[in-house]
């Protein structure tokens, strides 16, 4: 009774947890394909990711562009994800019977942070609208990516500027510095 108990309590904090801690990550992927990623956080729980990525089975360099929204599982370290996107491939070679792919990329997966370090398992599924060797492939990778800016430094400019607001509203009214507790009338 008391794991269940703990389960629940440990539920009920990661509902009101940011997705990721950190802002911009860059890195390699490596698995089925191989290549670089590179992932920005646009909201709280959204990102976008940028694969370019290659394959030593096809003769084919993949850019792919995601969609992703992350939830928190315990803590904003851990974290599950899926979303999807757009990919362009080019052919490499001059002598393949097939053109250049395009299509539609789904992405799940799971991701832990420590430190400055990204690590992420992903499951990532390409269907191809035109081209391509097949219609489908079914992708898995590692990420490991380094966290170029942590945190979230949209929220802080954001306090910055209430602060700063605060500030000229008790210069405005008069207020001393050194009197806080004080609001403007």
């Given amino acids: 009774m008391k794991e269940i108990i703990s389960l629940l309590y440990a539920m009920a904090l990661a509902i009101g947890l940011d997705a990721q801690s950190y802002t911009t990550a860059a890195g390699m992927r490596l698995g089925t394909d191989w290549g670089l990623t590179l992932q920005q956080r646009l909201l709280k729980h959204t990102t976008a990711e940028f694969i370019v990525q290659s394959s030593l089975q096809r003769e084919e360099v993949l850019l792919t562009l995601l969609a992703e929204q992350h939830q928190p599982i315990l803590s904003k370290r851990v974290n599950i994800y899926g979303g999807g996107g757009l990919h362009k491939g080019f052919v490499t070679a001059s002598d393949v019977p097939w053109a250049a792919p395009w299509g539609i990329t789904l992405i799940g997966g ?31 990778g590692v990420s490991v990516r380094y966290v170029w800016i942590k945190g979230n430094v949209f929220e802080k400019r954001r306090r910055q500027k209430q602060r700063d607001k605060r500030r000229k509203a008790r210069e405005q009214a008069g207020i001393p510095p050194w009197q806080i507790w004080r609001k403007p009338q």
């Fill in 110 to 140: 799971a991701e832990f942070t420590i430190a400055r370090v990204v690590l992420s398992w992903d499951f990532k599924p390409t269907v191809n609208l035109h081209g391509g060797e097949k219609g489908f492939y079914a992708q898995t």
